[in-house]
């Protein structure tokens, strides 16, 4: 009897000498031999639930997710009702794909266990990747809740509250993760980004150079500084950042593409060097795919399918513009999709869902599978309406998922992919010297390469407040990252020739008072007062946004990149915009717009020849209030704003790719 109960003891000691040797391996990240020991200690004991849960987390650790799978459910086979075994359960499936098996996991774990807070963070993770941000948010919040200590969930609280336009809410989610892991540089990464979203320039300066210090030899970093110093207009510095961010990853795509955007700001002159460093990222980030399509003719006698990717099917310009097309398109020929990379939908996705034949969500989806996912919908036409703007998916183009593949509306350049065939403009913005720095064939439509979506409820046209001031006021609506020193030294002389005149800028980065420091400085060098500057940000409504044009005479247009939305509203505002004629398309756009509503005399030859173009237009007032009363029934009348008129010479265009 006592040999037997010393044996006992010896096998007992021996058993668990197994598991101790497996969370020695766990703690120092050894998978194979925790996984050795953990199955020596099951051979001996099978019913050890504590070894199951130990292998499974092994396997789970180890990225083998189906044996983790089955070492968790093999627990549930002995008792169901343990609730972090139906934790570690969702999180395999989540991270198999498997996002409705993974919820019904993490019910059933707080069903078992109300208040575990890992139960509802992890349902948040889940929630967050599918898209289902306001329940996510209460998941979050309801983790943080019961544990107040738990960094994950508030980091993922912060970053839903940013997806769901939360921004300030964020901010303070954000910075109570930082307080509870001070060295994750990814909290002051996104931390800066939303900072940037709100116009805190300053904050979010500091707070990339605190994610730089934590982690230097990270791109990202970097390139989010560049953007927080471009829109506060200090493009020399923002080139800087994103050529560092380049120098510590040479692959980074998005600081690559951020530095060919802000090279559009540089000159209003044809230049090689965006031409080849254009075609420096189409060879690096989207060389063609061996699953790439060969051209096909469309297949029998049904409607042509064109497909639109973007990132701005919400609240945005390209939404803005994108929607007169869809207002206007032929449906018994054609076929729209919207392949949507936007996080956060709104109002205006939903009314762009209601108005296309089909939508289809490329969030999180790698670009393999997005181009399966388009070329299964057999898609005869893709278009890209994002070029190198942020949340763009060129990369995908490289699958060519379309037999036709075209770029329009979001990018006033080149992309240098070299699988897009074609680049939708036209003959002003693109004069034909245009063809020899684009990558892409220019197909130039005959009434302009945009179509504009008036808001019919917008305030009436009023009289110039030069009647009533006695004095000219000069304004622009564009982004201050427009204003280059270029810019403000034109300006300033436009503003020096007319007496007492004022110019009146308008941009929601001007809330920022560093900016509106750095903008005044600027403007007094070339010597204007502080008095004659006005300045205004963001305003209640847009009803409210357009009646700021009631205070100004004439707008001035920034160059080399033009307005464009801009210049669109201030016209159906009645006020006439004068800009210098360029020699590329980010500096000729307004001059398209221009053209169509018969406002030719706007267009300066030169910057320096503004104040002439100013005068001749401001000599008679009366005449100026006449124009002004007739601008907006003027565009009306005009293609600019014939929806039917530009569909149709978008489809035209559409059946010359095709050759049908």
Not at 162 to 186: D, I, M, S, T
Not at 222 to 245: E, F, H, P, R
Not at 455 to 463: F, G, K, Q, T
């Amino acid at each position: 009897m006592l040999a037997q109960t010393i044996n006992s003891v010896s096998e007992s000691l021996l058993k668990q000498s197994f598991v101790e040797k497996a969370e020695v391996a766990i703690a120092s990240n050894d998978w194979a031999t925790a996984e050795t020991c953990l199955l020596e200690a099951l051979r001996e004991r099978p019913d050890d639930l504590n070894a199951r849960f130990k292998l499974g987390f092994v396997y789970q650790s180890s990225q083998q997710l189906e044996s983790a799978l089955a070492a968790y459910r093999s627990i549930n086979d002995i008792d169901p009702e343990i609730p972090a075994v139906h934790n570690n359960l969702g999180n395999v499936l989540n991270d198999l794909g498997r996002h409705a098996d993974a919820i019904d996991s993490f019910a059933r774990t707080l069903e078992l266990s109300a208040d575990y807070a890992d139960g509802h963070g992890n349902l948040g993770n889940v929630l967050f990747k599918l898209g289902r941000l306001p329940e996510a948010e209460k998941s979050f919040r309801r983790a943080v809740e019961l544990n107040p200590e738990y960094f994950g969930a508030w980091y993922n609280l912060a970053n839903v509250l940013q997806g769901l336009q939360k921004f300030e809410e964020a901010v303070v989610c954000y910075r109570q993760a930082a307080r509870l892991n001070p060295q994750f540089p990814g909290v002051q990464n996104n931390l800066g980004n939303t900072l940037r979203t709100i116009g805190r320039f300053s904050e979010a300066v500091a707070v990339f150079q605190r994610a730089i210090e934590l982690q230097p030899d990270v791109a990202e970093p970097y390139s989010n500084l560049g953007g927080v110093q471009s829109d506060a207009g200090d493009l020399a510095a923002a080139k800087v950042s994103y050529l560092k961010a380049l120098e510590v990853d040479p692959e980074c795509v998005s600081a690559f593409s951020n530095l060919l955007y802000l090279m559009n700001y540089e000159s209003s002159e044809p230049t090689t060097e965006l031409y080849e460093k254009s075609r420096e990222w189409g060879r690096r980030f989207a060389k063609p795919q061996s699953s790439a399509a060969t051209r096909a003719p469309l297949a029998g006698k049904r409607r042509i399918r064109v497909g639109f990717v973007s990132p701005d099917f919400r609240q945005h310009s390209v939404a803005f513009f994108f929607e007169a097309l869809v207002d206007g398109y032929d449906r018994e020929r054609f076929e729209f999709t919207c392949y949507s990379n936007v996080l956060v939908e709104d109002h205006v996705s939903e009314r762009l869902r209601s108005k296309t034949d089909h939508w289809r969500s490329i969030v999180g989806i790698d670009d393999r599978t997005a181009a399966e996912l388009i070329r299964d919908d057999q898609v005869d036409i893709l278009v890209d309406l994002a070029g190198h703007t942020g949340g763009n998916r060129l990369s995908m183009f490289a699958h060519r998922p379309a037999p036709v593949q075209v770029t329009w509306l979001g990018y006033p350049n080149t992309t240098g992919v070299s699988t897009i065939d074609f680049r939708l403009t036209d003959e002003v913005a693109d004069p034909k010297s245009a063809d020899e720095i684009h990558t892409e064939t220019l197909v130039r439509l005959r009434d302009g390469f945009l179509c504009y979506r008036p808001d019919e409820s917008a305030p009436d046209v009023a009289l110039p407040p030069s009647i009533e001031n006695g004095y000219l006021t000069f304004g622009s609506f564009n982004n201050i990252t427009k204003v280059t020193p270029d810019v403000v030294m034109a300006w300033s002389d436009v503003i020096k020739h007319f007496d007492n005149s004022r110019l009146y800028l308008k941009s929601k980065l001007l809330e920022e008072e560093s900016v509106r420091k750095n903008l005044i400085k600027r403007f007094v060098e070339n010597g204007i007062a502080q008095e004659r500057l006005l300045f205004a940000g963001r305003v209640d409504s847009y009803h409210d946004h357009l009646a700021c044009y009631h205070k100004v005479d004439l707008a001035l247009d920034t160059f080399p990149y033009n307005g464009t939305t801009t210049t669109c509203e201030a016209l159906w505002m009645g006020v006439p915009v004068i800009v210098p004629s360029g020699r590329t398309h980010r500096s000729r756009v307004s001059q398209s717009i221009l053209s169509r509503v018969g406002l030719h005399n706007a267009v300066a030859r030169t910057s320096d020849d503004i104040a002439s173009v100013v005068a001749s237009l401001t000599d008679c007032p009366e005449e100026l209030a006449s124009l002004r009363a007739g601008l907006r029934e003027a565009m009306r009348d005009s293609p600019l704003c014939q929806p039917a008129r530009f569909a149709e010479s978008v489809q035209s265009a559409f059946v010359d790719m095709i050759g049908q």
